[in-house]
């Protein structure tokens, strides 16, 4: 019985100190998650200006461009994953990885190859355990994304567009994220970057509005040449946010959860301690009453 008791007991104690480091990350994770929302809010204006541009040339002009029009036939599909570099954030990296897996499963099902970029050590280690090939992965810094981080992702993505099919590139590419949502809510989102996708038109006019006249300088094409990379290198950026925001909140949930099963578990351990301890007293107690009874017996 004192064997059991002991045993209780030490599971008390790590329980314990499991619940002060889950609380302590929960802390940590509470305190970087504001700093992400506000980047995420900051990066918002750029974003849509970039967008609304993007969107000014590419609805009022009719000039063909590499990367706004849509190839007669897709033979190769990038797909860039963006995980995170920890783990211990519940499903978050899985929600995004199956995500990915079955729009790849979408793709090959069309008749296309699917090529990988992977931003992560998550998303990394899942394809080396897998034995599954990549074509470049970045690790590092998926906490607080960095500007040139999506410009490299934007600039190798981009190159590799405008590199034909038969020379290794691709004809679209996609990206894979977790969206921020609330606190309590993040899910992954897939966004067809490449042909372009124009994800916030322009607004159509009211009965008494004009259509308002673009004018470009010095062509149209050299527009777009200069605005898409930047356009990209913002939806990249954007979602290398939303992804760290999405992290920091799913860490925080799930060291939550795991600092309630901690109290769960002492309360429990507790209670069978208790049991433990009380029913080694009332063994005491009969052995010592057996004992008198003996000796008063005996004499």
């Known amino acids: ?29 509470a305190s970087r998650i504001q700093k992400a929302q506000q980047r995420v809010a900051a990066s918002g204006p750029y974003s849509r200006a970039v967008t609304r541009a993007v969107s000014a040339v590419a609805t009022y002009s009719n000039v063909d461009h590499v990367l706004t029009t849509e190839p007669e036939k897709i033979e190769r599909a990038a797909i860039v994953i963006f995980s995170s570099d920890r783990g211990l954030a519940g499903a978050f990296n899985s929600n995004v990885l199956r995500e990915s897996g079955e729009l790849a499963a979408r793709l090959q099902a069309e008749g296309k190859d699917v090529v990988y970029y992977l931003v992560g050590r998550k998303a990394a280690g899942y394809f080396a355990f897998r034995k599954r090939d990549a074509e470049r992965i970045w690790t590092g810094g998926t906490d607080s994304p960095e500007v040139e981080t999506a410009r490299e992702i934007g600039e190798a993505v981009v190159e590799k567009f405008l590199t034909p099919a038969s020379e290794g590139g691709v004809d679209e590419i996609h990206i894979v994220y977790n969206r921020f949502v609330s606190m309590l809510v993040q899910t992954p989102e897939v966004v067809r970057l490449l042909p372009l996708e124009v994800v916030e038109g322009v607004e159509e006019p009211g009965d008494k509005e004009v259509l308002p006249l673009y004018e470009f300088e ?69 052995e010592i009453v057996g004992g008198a009874d003996a000796l008063s017996s005996a004499s």
């Not at 019985?1 to 790590?14: D, F, N, P």
């Not at 760290?244 to 429990?268: E, F, G, R, V, Y």
Request: aromatic share 4%; net charge positive.
């Open 218 to 286: 010095p062509e149209v094409g050299d527009v777009l040449d200069a605005l898409l990379p930047v356009y990209i290198e913002s939806r990249i950026f954007n979602a290398m946010l939303q992804s760290a925001a999405a992290k920091h909140a799913a860490t925080q949930k799930a060291m939550k959860s795991a600092s309630d099963n901690a109290d769960k578990l002492i309360k429990d351990y507790t209670r069978l301690a208790n049991n433990a301890r009380q029913s080694e007293i009332t063994q005491q107690i009969s």
């Open 1 to 29: 019985m004192g064997a059991q008791l002991r045993v209780y007991r030490q599971k008390i104690k790590s329980a314990q100190t499991t619940k002060k480091i889950t609380r302590a990350m929960e802390l940590i994770s």
